[in-house]
C-alpha cells in the first residue's frame, strides 16, 4: 500500500508539473509559464531569397490539466521592446486559448527579414497581462525576451577576392550561401577559391539583372 500510495503521489507531481519541472511548484497552483525566457535568432547566413522567418515561443501550462479550453492574455512589454509590429513583425494574436488537456499552447511569430537592418539586433519582449485570467506562477519564466538580427559578419577571406567582388554587401554573401548551400570558412574558400568564385559569377549576373537591389560589383574581367 505504501509502495501503491508513493508511486500515485510521483504521477500526480508528474501531471502537476510541465518542464517548468525543474522549479518546485505547490499542488495547488495553476497558471502558466514560458517555456524560455530569451530565444535568439540570427538570420543573417540564410538563402537571400528567404524573406520571413517564424518562431514558435512555447508557453506551458502548470497545474492539473483541464478538460476544458482555458484563455489567458500576453502583453507586449513597449519599455523592453524595439521590434515594431507591421514592420518588423507581423502582429500577435495576444488573447489565446489552450486546448483541453493540453500542456502548452505555441504562439508563431513571423518576423519580416527584409526590413531588418543589417546590424541592428532586435527585440520583442512578452509577458503575461495582468488581466489574463491565468497568471505566471515562475517568476523567472514570467517573461520571454525574442532577440533577433539579420547580421552576417564579412568573412576574412573577402579581402583576397574582393577584386572580384568589391567592397562587403551582406546582399552578395548570402546570395552565394543561397547558390551553394551554407557559409564557407576560410580554409575552404582557400582550397576552392575558383568554384566558390565561378559562384559569386553568379551572384554578380543576378544583381546585374536587379538593379533595384543597389548591389554593384566591379567592372572588371573574370577568368573562371
Known sequence: MKKTLSTILFSTALLLISSCSSYFIEPSKSGICFEKSTYSISLGSLPYATTDSVVSVIIETIGELHM??????LQIIDTATTAIANLHYDPLILSRTIKPNATHDTLK???NRRSLDDHSTYTLTLGIDPSSPLQPEIMEHKIAKILFNNRLDIPSWWTSVAYWLGEYNIKKYQKFIEYYGNPVR???FEDRKYEYLRIF???KEYFDIHPEEGV???NVTWEV
Open 201 to 203: 559569377k553568379r551572384v
Open 68 to 73: 476544458e479550453e482555458r484563455y489567458y492574455k
Open 186 to 188: 576560410k580554409e575552404q
Open 109 to 111: 511569430i513571423k518576423i
Open 216 to 218: 554593384i560589383f566591379p
